[in-house]
């Protein structure tokens, strides 16, 4: 059983496999008449991937892999980390995820308002926060954060008829929108995406065809092995080559064209799209989901008065001002642009949202060494 | 020692102790100061896994080790065992590997059992009489319920060796080699601890391996120039501490690394890196090209050694860095910092 997992894994990290990938990878750009050719992935787990594996230092030199706004923690956007903190001040106790607990507001995050006696639990998944919430009186407000893969487990419980002192502060993102926005960014020399694949699970390819249509880019949906991801990039940069914009799943073992339908049935009974800011990002129209009316009963915005006001007279840590986040998660700057990067915010000690999350790029440059550039070396085997 | 120029807060937390920058930084900015110079042998200044005094043609290897693990008891051994392999093997590496005797001091928490107590000893003896010595002398204390948690064990070992192995000695074209399976203590900790209370065949690797050294110096004689056991902060600090100190770059073939597919299937649930956490039967020699296969096949015919492998080699790129080989590209190893595993060793 044991090999058989074993082999199963190797398949998708096999190093014979993974260099004829990457020979075919650079013979098409080098095929391309400009340089660099660019594509932005949106996942954190597509970065968190490169990284582990070192895929940076193996990419052409003329390929510009850019990470975009894929870490839905680092989005959540300073108004709403207020809501969360206000409602614990008050006196609500809230259930979250650990990585939520440290992305800063205006003035403070969950965890100061936890440090200085609020009630924040945090719980692994949502169920977790259900069952507290099932074992006490008072009321818990479950502040959610997470992509459509995130929201479809929250949409699943709201429809299970949760206990009447459970609520949802929701600050679920819906990834395609804020597609249009990166490509729509003045300037941007985005040529195609690299789509995620887990999300795709729920929404199926043929969630990018219409943006397709309009902005004429390549989408290739890929998978989260090292060559999973090789062979997305390499089918990405071949439709550019080629000039034809189209959806194409590189990551069929797990996506399909429609996705779970009976999964974005249940999202979409919950859920509905509204416009809203992402952090560092700009207003996307349609990337915000909040609770429909019919869910009025569990949404902790309609069931508590929430107060931020008392939030806005502290002045924010004055290394926020400096702090590179925005552009990072735009893809307009990489972590090793930011003054800050590695010194003054570390893990222990985050300064933005990018270096709080495991999907955020920060984090993930700084857990895998700092900088995955590394440029020629003279001697590349070990042995 | 250029690379760790983090300031010591005014407060001691937890990741002081994690083994990464913090807690070097601790020892250079606290302890360190206007002590530990030793003419002729090695010091604390040396930060080195013991010292060194030079007695007539010889040197007197000195070491000590605290031991906080929680659970006392573990998949693979206890503080007992722990407390005499960490000792005995840190005065390995420094090329003592018949140890003279050690000293062992107990701080008990009021109410602990006796029952465990008795078992502690147990494993200390079964210990020492793998490693070939015994406990010379020691110290009992009893600290008020809440004081301490449960048991805190300090051991100190000493030995004699007639060469001296340091940190230090690696230069460009030698080669890294570890006497087996990297991560299993560490990992093996963290599954007992997990709230996902995964089920695991994978046991600590904590043993005395004195005499699989032994085995590996006489091996490479003069070609040794590295030696050092990877605990806490695993592989990853043990590989930045020998390119910081010797001036060298390491780059690190990760596929020839190994790792037990318990381990591996771990780190991957947790997200944990076993290059990053704690050996307690393991050791990274550092050797000259001409005698690496020498050393490996003697490593190799020890039973805790089955698992030896080269695992890299030095280069006169990037001093002080880490470059570690996937297969599928190349990456920087970064060294463990923060709260990843504290009270593990």
Redesign the interface.
């Known amino acids: 059983m044991?090999n058989v997992?074993?082999l199963r894994q190797l398949k998708f990290?096999d190093?014979q496999r993974?260099r004829a990938l990457r020979e075919a990878l650079a013979a098409v750009v080098d095929r391309i008449d400009h340089t660099p050719v660019s594509v932005m992935h949106v996942c954190g787990s597509h970065e968190q991937a490169i990284?582990?594996?070192?895929?940076?230092?193996?990419f052409p030199a003329g390929l510009d892999v850019i990470m975009g706004p894929g870490c839905p923690v680092c989005v959540t956007d300073v108004p709403e980390v207020d809501e969360a903190v206000a409602l614990a001040k008050a006196g609500v106790r809230i259930a979250t995820y650990g990585d939520m607990l440290r992305v800063p507001g205006t003035a403070q995050s969950l965890g100061h308002a936890r440090a200085e006696g609020a009630h924040v639990d945090v719980v692994?998944s949502i169920t977790h926060a259900v069952e507290l919430a099932r074992t006490i009186d008072e009321p818990l407000v479950f502040f959610a954060s997470g992509f459509e893969t995130t929201a479809v487990a929250t949409a699943a419980v709201l429809l299970g008829d949760p206990p009447a002192n459970f609520s949802v502060l929701s600050a679920h993102k819906y990834i395609p929108p804020v597609m249009e926005i990166v490509a729509e960014m003045p300037g941007s020399r985005i040529e195609g995406f690299l789509a995620a694949g887990h999300a795709a699970t729920i929404t199926g390819s043929a969630v990018f065809e219409p943006f397709v249509a309009q902005h004429g880019v390549p989408v290739v949906v890929a998978g989260f092995e090292?060559l999973d991801i090789l062979a997305g990039l390499v089918r990405l940069v071949e439709l550019i080559e080629a000039g034809d914009a189209r959806v194409e799943n590189a990551y069929p073992r797990c996506v399909t064209r429609e996705g779970n339908l009976a999964a974005q049935e249940q999202l979409w009974c919950v859920f509905k799209p509204t416009g809203g800011r992402w952090r560092g990002i700009a207003h996307v129209p349609n990337g915000n989901l909040r609770l429909r009316d019919e869910f009025a009963g569990w949404d902790a915005r309609r069931r508590f008065d929430i107060d931020m006001s008392a939030l806005w007279d502290h002045a924010p840590p004055a290394l926020v001002g400096q702090c590179q986040c925005g552009d990072i998660m735009a893809g307009i700057a990489s972590p090793s642009d930011c003054e800050l990067f590695g010194k003054q915010c570390?893990?222990?000690e985050p300064v933005g949202a990018c270096m709080v999350s495991?999907e955020g790029t920060c984090k993930i440059w700084?857990?895998?060494?700092?900088?995955?550039d590394?440029g020629p070396?003279?001697?590349?085997?070990?042995? | 020692m250029t690379r760790n120029p983090q300031f010591v807060r005014d407060h001691i937390g937890i990741e002081y102790g994690a083994g990464g920058g913090a807690m070097r930084a601790l020892i250079e900015q606290i302890f360190i100061g206007g002590m530990g110079k030793v003419e002729d042998g090695v010091g604390l200044a040396a930060m080195d896994d013991g010292a060194a005094l030079r007695i007539g043609d010889r040197w007197l290897v000195i070491t000590t080790d605290s031991h906080v693990i929680q659970p006392i008891r573990f998949p693979g051994g206890d503080i007992g065992r722990l407390s005499v392999a960490g000792t005995v093997n840190d005065l390995a590496m420094m090329g003592a590997t018949e140890p003279l005797g050690l000293t062992c001091a107990a701080i008990i928490e009021e109410g602990f059992a006796r029952a465990d107590l008795e078992a502690v000893w147990q494993s200390i003896r079964r210990a020492c009489e793998e490693a070939g010595t015994t406990v010379v002398t020691g110290d009992t204390k009893v600290m008020g319920r809440g004081e301490l948690d449960g048991l805190v064990i300090n051991t100190a070992g000493i030995g004699l060796t007639d060469r001296i192995i340091t940190d230090k000695g690696l230069r460009p074209g030698d080669r890294l080699l570890v006497t087996g399976t990297m991560g299993d203590h560490g990992l093996a900790i963290m599954a007992t601890r997990n709230e996902l209370s995964i089920d695991t065949e994978l046991k600590s690797d904590v043993a005395p391996i004195n005499q699989l050294v032994r085995l590996g110096l006489a091996a490479g004689g003069n070609d040794v120039v590295a030696l050092k056991d990877p605990t806490r902060g695993g592989l990853s600090s043990t590989l930045h501490e020998m390119a910081d100190k010797s001036g060298v770059g390491i780059v690190i073939d990760e596929p020839s690394v190994p790792i037990s597919n318990e381990a591996r299937a771990i780190g991957e649930l947790l997200g944990i890196d076993p290059l990053l956490v704690a050996n307690e039967g393991k050791a990274v020699f550092g050797v000259r090209a001409s005698a690496a296969d020498a050393v490996l096949v003697a490593l190799r015919e020890h039973p805790l050694g089955r698992r030896a492998a080269i695992i890299g080699r030095c280069v006169d790129e990037r001093p002080g860095q880490v470059v570690l080989d996937t297969g599928l590209g190349r990456r920087l190893l970064a060294e463990p910092a923060g709260k990843l595993l504290p009270r593990i060793c």
């Open positions: 044991e997992e074993q990290r190093p993974a990284a582990k594996f070192g895929l940076r230092a193996a692994y090292p570390t893990p222990d495991s700084h857990q895998y060494g700092g900088h995955p590394l070396m003279a001697e590349r085997r070990a042995s």
